[in-house]
């Protein structure tokens, strides 16, 4: 997948952790986040490396994935720390199209997926909301079920029917207004 797609998962995952775990602040908890994501990833290559399944990246190899690594990273901190900054509003637009459900009583793993795309639909001017729509869409079929995707989906839908900007447009600009496609 592309780093975006691989952001969202991580901010995710990291958003999920968070309603369980908590550290004293935020850096510590990225920080305790990375660590584990970085060990669990050099545990994967290992494990292919020993059963002959992967060959040992060359310098330029370790240089472009860790670039690629860095790219990821900071997307789904700029995600993960939106999320977290705009959490009431948030929760208080999925609670005005979620019909009868609350947002504190839906599984952890459809609302933090809903938290993430419609904080982009509303902070992130880079990115289409269509494209956080698909993105959450899949997400949640990945990690919930297939009924947390059209749960998802009509949620967001009617999120985006409000919206001051067409499904497919993007203006460039982020919330902190730099580029980002």
Do not use: C
Request: hydrophobic content about 35%; overall charge negative; aromatic content about 8%.
């Amino acid at each position: 997948m592309g780093i975006r797609h691989d952001a969202r998962e991580w901010a995710l995952q990291f958003l999920f952790q968070s309603e369980f775990n908590q550290e004293d602040t935020l850096e510590e908890s990225f920080r305790g986040f990375w660590e584990r994501q970085d060990a669990d990833f050099a545990a994967e290559r290992e494990h292919l490396l020993k059963r002959g399944l992967a060959v040992p990246p060359s310098p330029h190899d370790l240089r472009q994935e860790e670039r690629t690594r860095a790219k990821t990273r900071r997307f789904a901190e700029d995600i993960a720390r939106g999320v977290i900054a705009h959490h009431e509003d948030i929760d208080r637009k999925i609670g005005e199209h979620a019909e009868n459900w609350e947002v504190a009583r839906m599984g952890v793993v459809d609302r933090n997926i809903l938290r993430i795309a419609v904080y982009e639909m509303l902070w992130r001017e880079d990115v289409p909301p269509v494209v956080s729509i698909n993105e959450a869409v899949e997400l949640a079929k990945a990690y919930s079920s297939r009924e947390s995707g059209r749960f998802v989906n009509g949620i967001l839908d009617n999120i985006r029917k409000e919206l001051p900007r067409g499904a497919r447009e993007a203006t460039g600009k982020d919330e902190g207004g730099k580029g980002g496609a």
